[in-house]
């Protein structure tokens, strides 16, 4: 499975300076993107994305405030 | 012919503005070297500044990737968007599109095909050094960019043949230019990874050495594997550093400032290349 539907929903916020908490299933409809994917967007799981394939700097980017610093 | 009047390596970090309170006695340390290192720069009096930089997948995405590009826009956004977020103003700066356009010429021509782009966004690669060593916004800026965030990667072997290239072709242009060059990126940090905000400051030291002795090469033999255990991540930005000390080989480095700042997540070093 391509990880290039998750990472495409994280450069979207990324582009449009987003910093959301987490991305629910609203904000992902049409997206190619797998259960596991959707699950860990919506509850802004970090590790989950990691390894589920998002590029690490655009999880810091988008969920910046989920990082202690 | 042209000549390289300039050469400086700085670390990039978005909090080095975002988060102006943080770590005082450290950020007055490393924005005291920024201030020296553009004090050098001003004093070699250089026509444009060659930019050797990462993108952090703000202009280019997995749709359309380069390894290396070379920025030939008139002007560049340095920042746009990201201004809010890195609290600095935002802003265009020259570019040097003639300059550029030579230079991705003369490198298909030499075997080195570079991507191009006429409209680049900067984040903190540029915005934030530039913010500190040329805020007049007047000096025209060439980057040179290498693609550090989105493996795979580029070889360092292959950065340091980029610098050799751009200093071949610096040699060949015609006239009196004055160019500059800067590196920015690294050091170690680990960013976005489970062990996010790790700095190494052993491999730091390791890297900054191997510049002040004139040893810069050996880094050009690191494979991406020794860069993400001993750098992490955010490490692999060294390639940057490894163009620019391509193209002044031997050259000896003067550290002016290594500080890892927890606040930052980020090893910050700033040399100065006695060219």
């Not at chain 2, 890892?260 to 040399?271: I, M, Q």
């Amino acid at each position: 499975m391509s990880d290039y539907a998750l990472n495409r929903v994280l450069y979207e916020h990324a582009r449009a300076h987003k910093m959301p908490e987490s991305i629910g299933p609203d904000e992902v409809a049409g997206y190619d993107l797998t259960p596991e994917e959707r699950a860990a967007l919506a509850s802004a799981d970090l590790d989950a994305l990691f390894h589920l394939g998002a590029n690490p700097y655009l999880i810091r980017r988008v969920f910046r405030r989920r990082f202690a610093l | 012919m042209a000549s390289i009047v300039a050469a400086g390596l700085t670390s990039h970090a978005p909090n080095i503005t975002a988060t102006p309170d943080a770590a005082p006695a450290q950020r007055a340390r490393f924005l005291a070297a920024l201030a020296e290192m553009r004090r050098r720069l001003l004093e070699a009096r250089p026509d444009l500044v060659v930019m050797f930089v990462n993108d952090h997948v703000q202009n280019f995405f997995y749709d359309n990737l380069p390894a290396y590009c070379v920025g030939v826009g008139d002007r560049h956004w340095a920042p746009r968007g990201a201004a809010g977020f890195l609290k600095i103003p935002q802003r265009q700066v020259p570019g040097a599109a003639g300059w550029g356009k030579a230079l991705l010429a003369e490198g298909l021509e030499a075997g080195f095909d570079l991507a191009v782009s006429h409209d680049l966004e900067f984040w903190d690669d540029v915005s934030v050094p530039a913010h500190f060593l040329m805020p007049e916004g007047t000096l025209p800026i060439l980057p040179v960019l290498t693609n550090c965030v989105a493996p795979p990667l580029p070889t360092p072997r292959r950065s340091w043949a980029l610098g050799a290239f751009v200093r071949r072709f610096i040699d060949a242009r015609p006239g009196s230019e004055r160019v500059a060059l800067i590196a920015t990126g690294g050091i170690s940090h680990w960013i976005g990874v489970p062990n996010t905000g790790h700095i190494n400051p052993d491999w730091d030291r390791w890297v900054l050495d191997t510049i002040t002795e004139g040893r810069g090469e050996e880094l050009a033999a690191l494979t991406w594997e020794d860069i993400e255990r001993d750098g992490g991540n955010g490490g692999q930005e060294i390639r940057n550093w490894i163009s620019v000390l391509a193209a002044v080989p031997g050259v000896k480095g003067e550290v002016l400032a290594y500080e890892p700042v927890k606040e930052w997540l980020t090893g910050c070093g700033a040399v100065w290349l006695h060219v």
